[in-house]
T-cell receptor, first 112, second 115 residues
Framework: GQQVMQIPQYQHVQEGEDFTTYCNSS?????IQWYKQRPGGHPVFLIQ?????EVKKQKRLTFQFGEAKKNSSLHITATQTTDVGTYFC????????????FGSGTQLTVLP | GAVVSQHPSWVICKSGTSVKIECRSL??????MFWYRQFPKQSLMLMAT?????????EQGVEKDKFLINHASLTLSTLTVTSAHPEDSSFYIC???????????FGQGTRLTVV
């Protein structure tokens, strides 16, 4: 079945440092979504990428979708303590009416 | 974004009892609802997909007789954990989607503890 791998599993950074999490799918995706889950909370939708090579920005967050539509990345510039949480990618396979397949998540800790 | 309300947010029950979790879309019609399970520090695992008015589609390895899902209306889906056991303790999260291409919105989650 479809698998979505995400690395790293954990990341500790000093406040102000950059952070990147990577997502790789075993199959081509129709789209990929990114979610943030704060400790004890539920996943919150951040963004959806659909086009090959697409790059989207949200303030300090930059999202990329690979040319082959099998990988994606989320980059945070100059992390802040409010960025703490687990970031999940979730991919949808072409033609699938099913829900997304979630990556394993990257737990980000930002040290003040 | 749209609002999905999940209730209760936490529940403690005795082994052998059943627990019902509700998932409501408050300001949109949810054609499809999804139920996930999340173990501590792990990712979300899809349990089942339900479309309004039809039987839920369960993922491989999920016991349909144990996790009963009902999606009787466009705004409500329920997950009933029957004859709960301690190993059923987990964080259960629903998400709801309008049309096929729209994003899904998550409920707040229900933390179930079976003692």
């Amino acid at each position: 079945g479809q698998q979505v791998m995400q690395i790293p599993q954990y990341q500790h950074v000093q406040e102000g440092e950059d952070f990147t999490t990577y997502c790789n799918s075993s199959t081509t995706l129709s789209n990929i979504q990114w979610y943030k889950q704060r400790p004890g909370g539920h996943p919150v939708f951040l963004i959806q990428l659909v086009k090959s090579g697409e790059v989207k920005k949200q303030k300090r967050l930059t999202f990329q979708f690979g040319e082959a539509k099998k990988n994606s990345s989320l980059h945070i510039t100059a992390t802040q303590t409010t960025d703490v949480g687990t970031y999940f990618c979730a991919g949808r396979v072409y033609g699938s009416a099913r829900q997304l397949t979630f990556g394993s998540g990257t737990q980000l800790t930002v040290l003040p | 974004g749209a609002v999905v309300s999940q209730h209760p947010s936490w529940v403690i029950c005795k082994s052998g009892t059943s627990v019902k979790i509700e998932c409501r879309s408050l300001d949109f019609q949810a054609t499809t609802m999804f139920w996930y399970r999340q173990f501590p520090k792990q990712s979300l695992m899809l349990m089942a997909t339900s479309n309004e008015g039809s039987k839920a589609t369960y993922e491989q390895g999920v016991e349909k007789d144990k996790f009963l899902i009902n999606h009787a209306s466009l705004t409500l889906s329920t997950l009933t954990v029957t004859s709960a056991h301690p190993e059923d303790s987990s964080f259960y999260i629903c998400s709801a989607r309008g049309d096929r291409e729209s994003e899904a919105f998550f409920g707040q989650g229900t933390r179930l503890t079976v003692v």
